[in-house]
């Protein structure tokens, strides 16, 4: 049975291969800090990281992801202390929540391969990200925060 690494442990695939990895996180190993928006790849509340790159799980299926290894929001950082998030923090990004997690996954992918972006970046960046909330302005500050 082929197997998948999630934040650094290894689990056997033992579900239909077309599912989603984004109910394999929340429905199989309970990890449900990944949201489900939109189910089709439109709004960003699904980003994790497969080898470090920000993907959406809710239209990645479980079989194309064995051997690789993803990251959740849950495996982002030991305490919550990744840059992204102590930026968060400190922002008070967040309203209602939702998107979040979503939105640091994919903050974090960004910045690990662009350390000085200017604004322009981080926008272009970050626009398939959305937030009912309309969070956008604090999101912006706090990446730009977390990247000085
Ligand atoms: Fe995956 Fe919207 S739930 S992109």
Aim: overall charge negative; aromatic content about 6%.
């Amino acid at each position: 049975m082929s197997s998948v690494t999630i934040n650094g442990k290894e689990y056997p695939i033992d579900v239909a291969p077309d599912m989603p990895l984004l109910w394999f996180l929340r429905d199989r190993l309970e990890l449900t800090g990944t949201k489900f928006g939109c189910g089709s790849g439109l709004c960003g509340a699904c980003t994790v990281h497969i080898d470090g790159t920000a993907t959406r799980s809710c239209v990645m299926p479980i079989s194309a992801v064995a051997g690789r290894s993803i990251t959740t929001i849950e495996g982002l950082s030991e305490n919550g202390d990744h840059p992204v998030q102590k930026a968060w923090l400190k922002h008070q990004v967040p309203q209602c929540g939702y998107c979040q997690a979503g939105q640091i996954m994919n903050a974090a992918s960004f910045l690990a391969n662009n350390k000085q972006p200017s604004e322009q970046d981080i926008e272009a960046a970050m626009q398939g990200n959305i937030c009912r909330c309309g969070t956008y302005q604090r999101i912006k500050l706090a990446i730009a925060d977390a990247a000085d």
